[in-house]
């Protein structure tokens, strides 16, 4: 079956504008999470969705960033006001909800190159 | 969370086993301890997870110390392919948890 999807693939952005970045993710998963890759970085959370729950905001770095999830499935993380630091891959991963650290997979997408210059 | 470590780099070479290393002396008794890779400009994949037993599947097979303080992943034929940056992440059994990779093993396959 399909993946997770991500798009756009590259995205280069003036210094000051605003970015939307696409998820699409796997059919029936219910959870679905954002992290960011910076160059030679692990990963850092950013905000994660469960089914019908408020999501989990935590990890957003600043009020210039938002993620909404619209019906359940599709996912929309927003960056006003781009920075340079804002550089990154932006990452988008699903799992079926599950109560078990044994079951827990997550299934990345291929990622958002954003460039902010 | 438990907090791990691993090398920074390792190479092998193709077709030869490769054992990848990871401490996690905190871990929690009720932790699993999870491998994901990332391919060059790819996102993470999952490779294996375990509790106490050692575990196979198709990619590789991950041997977990009596213990629990550590883990070492098995490639037992390495391939280009397998040229990665390997993380080990301890998850909790209590439900879904956001994954915190740190910097990871990269592997280099030497042809």
């Known amino acids: 079956g399909a993946g997770v999807s991500q798009s756009p693939s590259n995205k280069v952005t003036e210094k000051g504008k605003d970015v939307e970045l696409r998820c699409d993710p796997i059919s029936g998963h219910t959870a679905l999470y954002w992290y960011r890759q910076s160059l030679g970085q692990g990963l850092e959370f950013l905000i994660y969705?469960?089914?019908?729950?408020?999501?989990?905001k935590s990890g957003l770095p600043s009020d210039r960033f938002s993620a909404e999830r619209t019906g359940g499935s599709v996912s929309t993380l927003t960056i006003q006001r781009t920075q340079q630091e804002d550089s990154a891959v932006y990452l988008c991963?699903?799992?079926?909800?599950?109560?078990?650290?044994?079951?827990?997979?997550?299934?990345f997408g291929p990622g958002t190159r954003l460039l902010v210059l | 969370d438990a907090k791990t470590t691993q090398p920074n780099s390792m190479e092998s070479n193709e077709e030869e086993p490769v054992h990848l290393p990871c401490n996690h002396s905190t871990i929690s008794g009720t932790d699993y301890i999870h491998w994901y890779r990332q391919l060059p400009s790819q996102g993470p994949e999952y490779v294996i997870h375990g509790l106490t037993s050692n575990v196979n599947n198709r990619m590789a097979s991950l041997a977990i110390a009596e213990d629990r303080k550590s883990s070492t992943l098995i490639l037992h034929r390495a391939t280009l392919r397998d040229a990665a940056v390997y993380y080990c992440i301890p998850i909790s059994n209590f439900g879904n948890e956001k994954l915190t990779f740190g910097t990871g093993t990269r592997l280099t396959i030497i042809p």
């Open positions: 991963a699903s799992s079926l909800f599950r109560r078990t650290g044994s079951e827990e997979t997550q299934y």
């Open positions: 969705f469960q089914g019908n729950s408020a999501p989990d």
